[in-house]
């Protein structure tokens, strides 16, 4: 198994095994509305929970979940822009290398 990415979000060029194109890939916004979804969904019910037990101030929500909002968008995009990728290749949205 190759790396599939370049940077932090950068898909190569080409596999560095198998030689598979991956210029032709498009994830698109998919990775980006999943991780928006399942984070919100997240987020918002631990913040309702931390305000409906707790009652804090609301620099303290801003403390608690920006760095928790941000650090989770960075971690779930690339499993979830991986996935996605893969999906195309599972269903011939990507070609083979020949």
């Not at 801003?62 to 968008?73: D, E, Q, S």
Request: proline residues 7%.
């Amino acid at each position: 198994m190759g790396r599939l990415y370049d940077g932090l979000l950068r898909v190569r060029a080409n596999c560095a095994i198998c030689g598979l194109d991956l210029t032709a890939q498009d994830a698109g916004d998919g990775p980006a509305v999943f991780v928006v979804f399942l984070l919100g969904m997240i987020v918002v019910g631990l913040a309702a929970l931390v305000e409906i037990a707790f009652s804090p101030p609301l620099w303290v929500h801003l403390a608690l979940w920006t760095p928790l909002i941000l650090g989770g968008a960075v971690l779930m995009l690339r499993p979830f822009k991986a996935a996605l990728i893969a999906l195309q290749y599972r269903h011939h949205r990507l070609a083979p290398p020949s």
